[in-house]
């Protein structure tokens, strides 16, 4: 939809997204512009807004940061339902008002509350899902009521919705590009969970004002099962069977988010109290299994060599949120808003490994643990540790409208300072501490030429913090190849300058077309720089770390159209097409290069068709994302994913049912990778590789059917 926001700002309604059905937010944002995925085939994780890496885009719950589980403080959109979504909105440049923290954008997803919703419905659907032997059955179920409770209003919802994502790999290394095959991998990724869902609002008068308490909690209960085969040369038999690996992964993340919000006038003007609290916890148990068969001239079944590894990760990370917001009217159409945010943040990390289980197997039997005794568990180097990061953020904004001109100006003063504990280094290293101070000015102008035309134009200064794991003092081996990698406590956030220009077309009474053009003039990137100092694995090798050493730019164009056609008299047909052209500079220790992970475009298009006569509907969309490259120490990737075709057909039953059908990935889509690795960055730069590796991995279509019964 158009909105009237001063800043540059799509807004998506649920009615843009559902009849799709997705699942998760990641689902149903894949649909927005510019927003891309680096993600395993039917995963929609990491928001890359503009291709950045997730860590460039802010994502809010209802106007309210959220932490993830992420090292570079991005969060996971696919934990989140996508039916508890009222909108979403998609801000393309910074307010004064907001945390400075969008470099790329902010994608603030919001979701039902008390007035959203006079009575209320129930959801029941069946999916199937692709699996390669047979086809895999689950459910989602869901409800929501909101009405009238005591003096306000409430509003309750709960989802239940099953998850399966079975994929096939297939891997060929080579020595180099155009060499000999060394072994094939066969590979089959299943993943496999729960997701629950329970969110609440509650909005009532109060002294004067009105006072606003939601919340929402999300646990994500998620089993990976990886098995695969490695093959020598290629030749894909028993005799020539080289490894047979088991991986499995078990995953429970639960999500919280509490938010209280109190409006009312005073002091000449509207006040307005926040206060919020937000946490993810994070538990993973991962182990792996894997058996050698070729070490000596015995083919399978005898086996040479077994090797046992057991990992377990727990993440706690909280936030804490208060604010004191106040407006005031100046007159003469202008208003004055200032405040001060506050942010208490805690992050728990421990991450945990068992002594490594490895023993020959002669050819004769020999006595083998049945249930192998792992060992205690033990902190990895780096795994213990405790961040805590205050923010405290004043803030003043002065807005105003002159005829057809609409504005906004402000100025932001982020203060962070950064406490970091690490329990695995010498304790004289073990904590240390950083604060850095950012003035973050913006403004926003949109010029209405018309009854159907507007231009808006946006300039912000922006910034990005470190990655945790940037920030840890431990000495990581061969993190690069053979080479180590060591943190740096001391690291300073990336700031960038950043203009949006657009401009927008309404069509008939509801349909926007539009375009923009951004730019992004990023300072004091964070990049790996060598030490000098010989890594662990001797002459050759290196101590790297990093720094704020690095420059770039990014930019694009957008295009945008979403419309019924009732301007050509098809009032019951509606279409949307979006179009992103993405680019970036950026040189690192081996020249120019894009943004690592950036894709060179995103291309969404579809249609909705209603059928009044016979109450019913159908529609497809398609979708499409360009080529990524990342170049990292020692090694190197190219990425391409294959479209996705998504249709539906509902049909209207009475006045309170709908019955939809939706076949997603009808293309069965498949992701491409091509892995250039070496053992260092001389070798890198040489060209002498390490190895060379292809690897697809594909999944078939999901249908789903879904009954909505509303009262």
Request: a negative charge; aromatic letters at 10%.
């Amino acid at each position: 939809n158009r909105t009237d926001d001063v800043v540059p700002t799509l807004s998506y309604d649920l009615d843009y997204f559902q009849r799709f059905e997705p699942l998760t937010v990641g689902d149903a944002l894949k649909r927005v512009p510019s927003v891309a995925f680096l993600s395993d085939v039917l995963e929609y994780d990491g928001v890359r807004l503009r291709g950045l890496d997730p860590g460039y885009t802010k994502i809010l719950i209802d106007g309210q940061e959220v932490p993830g589980s992420g090292v570079d403080r991005s969060f996971f959109v696919d934990r989140i339902p996508a039916e508890l979504i009222e909108r979403v909105e998609v801000v393309r440049s910074s307010s004064a008002n907001r945390s400075g923290d969008a470099l790329a954008g902010t994608i603030n997803i919001v979701l039902r509350d008390a007035l959203s919703l006079d009575g209320g419905y129930i959801r029941l659907g069946a999916l199937m899902f692709p699996d390669s032997d047979y086809g895999r059955f689950g459910g989602t179920y869901g409800a929501v009521w909101g009405g009238e409770v005591g003096p306000g209003r409430l509003l309750l919802g709960a989802n239940v919705q099953d998850r399966r994502n079975p994929k096939n790999k297939y891997s060929m290394r080579y020595d180099e590009p155009g060499g000999t095959l060394d072994n094939t991998e066969v590979q089959t990724d299943i993943r496999d969970g729960t997701d629950y869902a329970f969110n609440a609002s509650y909005e009532v008068p109060l002294a004067g004002g009105m006072l606003d308490l939601s919340g929402v909690f999300v646990r994500t209960d998620r089993f990976q099962d990886e098995d695969s085969l490695e093959y020598e040369g290629g030749i894909e038999t028993e005799a020539n069977l080289s490894v047979v690996n088991d991986n499995d992964l078990d995953i429970r993340t639960d999500n919280l988010s509490l938010r209280g919000r109190y409006e009312r006038q005073m002091f000449g003007g509207e006040t307005t109290f926040k206060l919020g609290y937000a946490s993810i916890d994070d538990q993973q148990y991962e182990f792996e299994a894997e058996s050698e068969y070729l070490r000596d001239s015995n083919p399978f079944p005898d086996e040479d060599r077994f090797t046992l590894d057991s990992e377990r990760v727990d993440i706690q990370d909280e936030e804490w949120k208060a604010a004191i917001e106040h407006k005031l009217d100046l007159g003469g159409d202008m208003e004055l808003e200032f405040g001060v945010q506050a942010n208490w943040k805690t992050r728990e990390s421990l991450i945990e490994e068992t002594p490594r289980i490895r023993f020959n197997v002669p050819n004769a039997p020999a006595p083998r643990p049945t249930v192998p005794d792992f060992g205690p568990f033990s902190p990895v180097d780096g795994g213990d540790a405790t961040i805590e990061e205050n923010r405290i953020d004043p803030y003043v904004m002065v807005s105003g409208k002159s005829g057809a001109l609409r504005w906004e100006a402000g100025l932001r003063y982020e203060t962070t300072d950064v406490t970091v504990t690490d329990r695995t280094v010498p304790a004289i290293q073990q904590m240390t501490e950083n604060d850095y101070a950012e003035l973050l000015p913006s403004f926003s102008l949109r010029w209405r030429l018309n009854d159907t035309d507007r231009v808006i134009f946006s300039a912000a200064r922006t910034l990005r913090r470190p990655n945790f794991d940037r920030l840890s003092p431990a000495l990581l081996e061969e993190e690069f190849g053979d080479s180590d990698f060591l943190g740096n406590p001391g690291l300073q956030p990336e700031t960038a300058v950043g203009f949006d220009l657009g401009f927008e077309r309404r069509l008939g009474r509801r349909g926007v077309v539009g375009i923009n053009a951004f730019y992004r003039d990023i300072t004091d990137l964070i990049e790996e720089v060598n030490t000098g100092l010989e890594g662990s694995e001797g002459p050759g090798t290196f101590i790297y770390t990093v720094d704020n050493v690095g420059d770039g730019k990014v930019y694009g164009l957008e295009f945008d159209l979403s419309t019924p056609l009732d301007f050509i008299g098809m009032d019951s047909t509606g279409v949307f097409l979006n179009y992103s052209w993405l680019d970036s500079e950026i040189t690192d220790f081996a020249g120019e290069r894009r943004f690592n992970g950036q894709s060179d475009y995103v291309l969404n298009f579809g249609f909705t068709q209603d059928l009044p006569t016979w109450g019913a509907a159908f529609g497809a969309t398609y979708r499409k994302q360009g080529e990524a490259y990342d170049r990292v120490l020692a090694e190197e990737v190219r990425t391409t994913y294959g479209a996705d075709l998504e249709v539906f057909i509902e049909k209207q039953i009475g006045e309170n049912v709908v019955v939809r059908l939706t076949g997603s990935n009808l293309l069965d889509s498949s992701k491409d990778e091509v892995f250039d690795k070496f053992d260092n960055v001389g070798d890198q730069l040489a060209r002498d590789y390490d190895e060379y590796e292809l690897e697809t991995e594909s999944a078939g279509p999901v249908y789903q059917l879904v009954m909505r019964v509303a009262f």
